[in-house]
């Protein structure tokens, strides 16, 4: 069988897709009940991080020991990578020696130049174009929660980066409709919004946008590597803070969610976090079921048919 990788959402078919999630809700019901489920026994995932990270690196660290494998973490400061060593030559190295990559990194065209070369799948842990793992979590909780996303409406708030970016992709991929509501000048890329623009509704009045809508999702204004647009972003943002009296637009079970870290009084009010509404908390934690879905599904493949 052919190596497979995770790079964005589209590495996987809808179906597949489906089958993960139903899978990481086994997983995490099987791990809360006390059993033990070992399919990746022997096995090891290198982890490639150039960001900084908690939720990325202990879900994934959690999930291959909790899966009976082993994790190694590498960072530039410790590595080859730090002292320029082709990202080709790195590929070909650990395809030897470990049975998985996970990267966190700034480049997307990096991580498909390392998945290009490897001969053992790639993970894309967070780039600044996408976050696929994030919306294996997200949408875990929506279907714990509520149940299918199909034919929902999906509200994002905030910058159009690698978050709106696999939230564009989602809607395709799990067949619900996303709003985004940004300010000018910070939407998603033009061609991506033009590949997706059946899926998709631009909306600035973010009133208007969460409107019966049954998710709001936001993030952080500056992502990592945006610092020094801090104060103006903030500035530009102001009007799209996410607060309870935001979701009241939204319908009456409308879940809230963002992936961490949050910067209360900035992209969300003070007290958002902790309204009724808000599955942050499951969220996060949902990361590390997904990751555990994912990682069997790409390292030995499908598991067997369970039942929830």
Same mark, same amino acid.
């Given at each position: 069988?052919?190596?497979?990788h995770?790079?964005?959402?589209?590495d996987?078919?809808p179906? $597949?897709?489906?089958r993960?999630?139903h899978?990481?809700?086994?997983?995490?019901? @099987?791990?809360?009940?006390? !059993?033990?489920?070992? #399919?990746?026994?022997n096995?090891?995932?290198?982890?490639?991080?150039?960001? /900084? /990270?908690?939720?990325?690196?202990? /879900?994934?660290?959690?999930?291959?020991?909790?899966?009976g494998?082993?994790?190694?973490f590498?960072?530039p400061r410790?590595?080859?990578l730090?002292r320029g060593?082709p990202?080709?030559?790195?590929? %070909?190295?650990?395809?030897?020696?470990?049975? =998985?990559v996970?990267?966190?990194?700034?480049?997307?065209?990096?991580?498909e130049? &390392?998945?290009?070369?490897?001969t053992?799948?790639?993970?894309?842990? !967070?780039t600044?174009?996408?976050? #696929?793992?994030q919306?294996?979590?997200?949408?875990?909780?929506?279907?714990? +929660? %509520?149940?299918?996303?199909?034919?929902?409406?999906?509200?994002?708030?905030?910058?159009?980066?690698?978050?709106?970016?696999?939230?564009?992709?989602a809607? %395709?991929?799990?067949?619900?409709?996303? %709003?985004?509501? +940004? #300010?000018?000048?910070? $939407?998603?890329?033009?061609? !991506?919004m033009?590949?997706?623009?059946?899926r998709?509704?631009?909306?600035?009045?973010?009133a208007e946008? *969460?409107a019966?809508?049954?998710?709001?999702?936001?993030? *952080?204004w500056? /992502?990592?590597?945006?610092?020094?647009?801090? =104060?103006? @972003?903030? @500035?530009?943002?102001?009007?799209?803070?996410?607060?309870?009296? &935001?979701?009241?637009?939204?319908?009456?079970?409308?879940l809230?969610m963002?992936?961490?870290p949050a910067? @209360?009084?900035?992209?969300?009010?003070?007290d958002?976090?902790?309204d009724?509404?808000? *599955?942050?908390?499951?969220e996060?934690?949902?990361?590390?079921?997904?990751?555990?879905?994912?990682?069997e599904?790409?390292?030995?493949?499908?598991?067997?048919?369970?039942? !929830?």
């Amino acid at each position: 069988m052919s190596v497979r990788h995770f790079l964005t959402l589209t590495d996987l078919s809808p179906q $597949e897709l489906e089958r993960l999630i139903h899978r990481a809700i086994e997983l995490k019901r @099987r791990h809360k009940a006390g !059993l033990i489920d070992e #399919p990746l026994k022997n096995r090891v995932l290198a982890m490639i991080f150039e960001k /900084s /990270s908690t939720r990325t690196r202990v /879900s994934f660290e959690a999930g291959m020991i909790q899966l009976g494998g082993g994790s190694i973490f590498l960072s530039p400061r410790d590595s080859q990578l730090g002292r320029g060593e082709p990202l080709e030559d790195t590929a %070909r190295v650990l395809s030897e020696m470990v049975d =998985a990559v996970m990267v966190r990194t700034y480049s997307h065209q990096d991580l498909e130049t &390392l998945a290009h070369y490897s001969t053992i799948p790639v993970i894309n842990a !967070l780039t600044d174009d996408f976050h #696929p793992c994030q919306l294996l979590a997200d949408v875990q909780t929506f279907v714990e +929660c %509520r149940g299918s996303m199909q034919g929902k409406t999906v509200t994002w708030i905030g910058d159009g980066n690698n978050m709106c970016n696999s939230y564009i992709q989602a809607a %395709r991929q799990f067949d619900f409709h996303l %709003r985004i509501c +940004c #300010p000018e000048g910070y $939407e998603p890329k033009q061609q !991506l919004m033009d590949d997706y623009a059946d899926r998709i509704t631009l909306i600035r009045d973010p009133a208007e946008a *969460v409107a019966g809508v049954q998710l709001v999702v936001t993030d *952080v204004w500056a /992502s990592m590597g945006q610092e020094e647009e801090q =104060a103006r @972003r903030k @500035r530009d943002f102001a009007p799209y803070q996410v607060s309870p009296k &935001l979701m009241d637009h939204a319908t009456k079970d409308a879940l809230f969610m963002h992936c961490l870290p949050a910067h @209360r009084g900035e992209e969300v009010s003070e007290d958002m976090l902790d309204d009724h509404r808000s *599955v942050v908390w499951q969220e996060a934690g949902n990361r590390l079921h997904a990751q555990k879905a994912l990682l069997e599904f790409l390292i030995v493949g499908s598991p067997a048919q369970t039942s !929830l």
